[in-house]
């Protein structure tokens, strides 16, 4: 069937048509807005949702009362490592706690002592370093800065967003994993007196310090930090690197074992031909067998 060139113009001509009258309707600045603002708001979700998880958390450990002090995101100096970013820190007689949040949703796989843990979303798996182990360094630097590297009352919480589900197989010792909903429960557990009032004093006085309300000098702060974390990312794989080059060379270097012949049950030796190094039978010219380089590395 053939369609006639003068329907096509009519077909396009009717579409250009309707394109004008949209663009100059008064619906055209509201549609052009609301895609505008949906990739805007895709494009910011994780911000948003960080935001308003943090604003979430705050808002719970003000319910902790005048016998707990909370410090909110605090940058520690790290020696020469440069600053470790802390979400929030509360101190008491009770006990001190270190607090990491994460603004997770779906299921969460971990292992206390392996070095990722794994998110899932509709059979999506996403890597996470584990979480356990950089609260364990925020808890490290705390205690260096304020100078009470013995102290045994400080307490380590990883806080996940409740729209996450929990599928660890193991319980944990080093940390409390929890969802935000329980994070007073957690902390109040701890009833007894373990730190003096002068000790949480002097604490409190360190903390005090690094606390900056500035916005520049908060936004610098965040900038240094973000260095620290691309240089410590940059040392892990040069030496990962490294390792790796190191392994392969004492592979090639490694002594091989000279097998028997599989046909005379002589001895295999390493020798030079024509094409390169290869094994041949020591009972060379009575039994011809020859092996390559590679394969008898293999089967050493």
Known sequence: MKVDSSMMLGFYEGIWIGIKLFITSNMFPFVVLFIVMS??????????????????VKSKLRKLGEAYTVFHDVYIPNGERGLTQVDHIVTSVHGVFVIETKHYSGWIFGDEYKPYWTQVIYKKKTKMHNPIRQNYGHVQALLTYIGHEEMQDVHSIIAFSPSSTFKFKKDFTSAHVIQFPDLLKTIRQYKEQRISEATVKG???KLTELLVVDKNDRKRLKE???QTVRRAKDAKQSARSRTKQAENMSRQDAPVSQPACPKCNGQLALKTGRY???YGCSNYPGCRY??????????G
């Open 39 to 56: 990739i805007i708001l895709k494009w910011k979700m994780p911000v948003i949702k960080g935001k308003y998880g943090e604003w979430i």
């Open 203 to 205: 604490i409190n006085e």
């Open 224 to 226: 240094e930090h973000m």
């Open 276 to 278: 390169g190094k290869f």
């Open 290 to 299: 020859t092996e390559s380089v590679e394969s008898v590395r293999r089967s």
